[in-house]
């Protein structure tokens, strides 16, 4: 089993900036791509980005390209979403996923949540208008 948790969710007003982090214990951290979604109340859980295992493929979701950066420190087990230019359609909860192996090897597949097997529990971030 592999544990996800994230933190760094909170109130910003539009413009600024929040980071998000999530945490990783259980297993073999480095085996596992992860991806980080996100769903609005009354709205479908949808993707916002993906990074592969070793941190070198990166992709992103039309709506957040350009204001989002995915990282991930394998060593400290550790992935996180810089998040810039927050806009109030923003607002979500925010889970961050992982699945073991590539998520990179067959067209868009790391944008469907059935792809990843593990998930963390959310955190909830809010932007003022």
């Known amino acids: 089993q592999l544990q996800l948790v994230e933190s760094g969710g909170g109130l910003v007003q539009a413009g600024g900036s929040l980071r998000l982090s999530c945490a990783a214990s259980?297993?073999?951290?480095?085996?596992?791509?992860t991806g980080w979604f996100r769903q609005a109340p009354g709205k479908e859980r949808e993707f916002v980005a993906a990074?592969?295992?070793?941190?070198?493929?990166?992709a992103y979701a039309d709506s957040v390209k350009g204001r989002f950066t995915a990282s991930r420190d394998n060593t400290e087990r550790t992935v996180s979403l810089q998040m810039s230019s927050l806009k109030p359609e923003d607002t979500a909860v925010y889970y961050c996923?992982?699945?073991?192996?590539?998520?990179?090897?067959?067209?868009?597949?790391?944008?469907?949540?059935?792809?990843?097997?593990?998930w963390g529990q959310g955190t909830q971030v809010t932007v003022s208008s």
């Open positions: 996923a992982a699945r073991e192996g590539s998520l990179f090897t067959r067209g868009n597949v790391y944008t469907r949540t059935d792809s990843y097997d593990y």
């Open positions: 259980g297993r073999t951290f480095n085996n596992y791509a």
């Open positions: 990074i592969s295992r070793s941190g070198g493929a990166t």
